[in-house]
């Protein structure tokens, strides 16, 4: 008897407090009912032979995928977001890349620029004649290569000026920037290097505390306030019967100077 009754108290209890309703599934914090998110209107126009329903403009509309440059191979597929020219078999063709650009900056459609006679995929993320942007070039005395759309030279984050007081050498065990009116290894250009005995004025070697109103040329230096070849230069003096001559012997350390 007592455990007929138990087990009806037992039974009883399931409904849980008065008034309270039934928990049902777990709780997971939001709404049981989530309305489905807008996708726009519907594209169910039947639509002739090869062409297909896409939406343009907010209206369902039949369009060629094979030709349409906004919805090329697929709806919304739009060939002048750098993918190409024209909408060719459903595919953005850009030049010779029949199959297009994927329309981001490593495979951009550019278009012809001077050495190029046609639309071309550039990498805008290192190309350093499209660096950033199509047609942006990296000139040699600005930076030796592009790294993320930007012109650099060398470890630097930037690139140079582009001037004789700040222009990229490439061509060196470090590639920085340099000034070539002071540096002994630099002087003038990249790689001319100065003799041990000379210093750096102006872009020019020079001998002497005196320093020359034009920049010495060629293989010339500074000797005295006049330009002439090193085997000109005796007693940091220009010998005149042989200041116009090249002086071939006497180069610097790199063979240029």
Do not use: K
Request: with cysteine; hydrophobic share 25%.
């Amino acid at each position: 008897m007592w455990a007929l009754a138990a087990l009806f108290l037992t039974a009883c209890g399931d409904d849980g407090a008065a008034g309270e309703p039934d928990a049902g599934p777990e709780d997971a914090g939001v709404d049981a009912f989530v309305p489905p998110r807008d996708l726009g209107p519907s594209c169910d126009l039947s639509c002739a032979g090869r062409e297909r329903c896409c939406v343009v403009d907010g209206e369902p509309t039949c369009v060629d995928p094979q030709s349409d440059e906004a919805n090329c191979g697929l709806c919304g597929m739009r060939c002048d977001e750098g993918r190409g020219t024209e909408c060719v078999l459903g595919f953005c063709v850009c030049g010779d890349a029949v199959q297009g650009c994927q329309g981001s900056d490593a495979s951009l459609c550019c278009p012809p620029s001077a050495d190029r006679t046609q639309n071309y995929c550039a990498n805008l993320t290192e190309d350093v004649n499209d660096c950033g942007a199509c047609g942006t070039v990296c000139e040699p005395e600005v930076a030796d290569r592009c790294a993320a759309g930007t012109c650099v030279c060398g470890v630097s984050r930037e690139g140079c000026a582009g001037t004789i007081e700040s222009t990229c050498c490439a061509d060196t065990a470090t590639v920085e920037c340099h000034d070539l009116r002071y540096d002994r290894f630099h002087c003038g250009r990249c790689n001319r290097r100065c003799e041990i005995d000379e210093s750096c004025a102006e872009g020019t070697c020079t001998i002497g505390p005196e320093v020359c109103e034009e920049t010495c040329e060629g293989s010339r230096i500074c000797c005295g306030g006049e330009c002439c070849t090193r085997g000109a230069c005796v007693d940091g003096a220009c010998v005149r019967a042989d200041a116009g001559m090249e002086d071939a012997g006497a180069e610097g350390p790199d063979g240029g100077v």
